[in-house]
């Protein structure tokens, strides 16, 4: 693992605890020698965790639509900035720039780019971890859905657990760094099998 993509928001939120939290991933990928992908923003947590992983001498690299450029003012202090076209070739390129994804709270925004990476895994496009830095208790909602869809069968309990939940950013990055993804029987292998 190299390059680590951070999914967040373009707010701080309400919380102090989140701002600590970006920082705290930040400085941990600099001093794990771990490049940061981000979405080059320059507001919200998007820049505690650049600024954090930067003021570690870490090495940063934001994708930014050309449409937002102004609206998340690129951060012009970033290793590398690449300026894309749309928001669907920022998820494109970030995925292929990382080998790991993580997700710290965000809105609609961030949990579209993590619930991606998520379909992209299931659906064997990529074979890269994903998982949630939970600080604060932010993303128990959230899990309680996956839960939830799981128990409805919208969800296979093995693509669930694909999703690694921490609430501490050391053991997150481990165990994203071992992480062998678990394969389950797709829905229309099963449906083709009931048919014959």
Known sequence: MKSVAVFCGSSVGAR?????????????????????????????????????????????????????????????????????????ERKARMAELSDAFVALPGGFGTIDELFEIMTWNQLDIISKPAGLLNISGFFDRLLDYINHAVAEKFVRSEHARNLIVETDEAALLQKLSTFAPTRAEKWIDRLKLDLI
Do not use: F, W
């Open 16 to 88: 102090s605890e989140y701002i600590a939290g970006a920082q705290q991933l930040g400085r941990l990928l600099a001093h794990e020698n771990l490049r940061l992908v981000y979405g080059g923003g320059n507001i919200g947590l998007m820049r505690e965790v650049a600024d954090a992983c930067l003021a570690a001498g870490g090495e940063v690299i934001g994708v930014i639509p050309r449409l937002i450029v102004d609206k998340e003012i690129a951060h012009s202090g970033v290793t590398e900035l690449i300026i894309v076209n749309s928001m669907h």
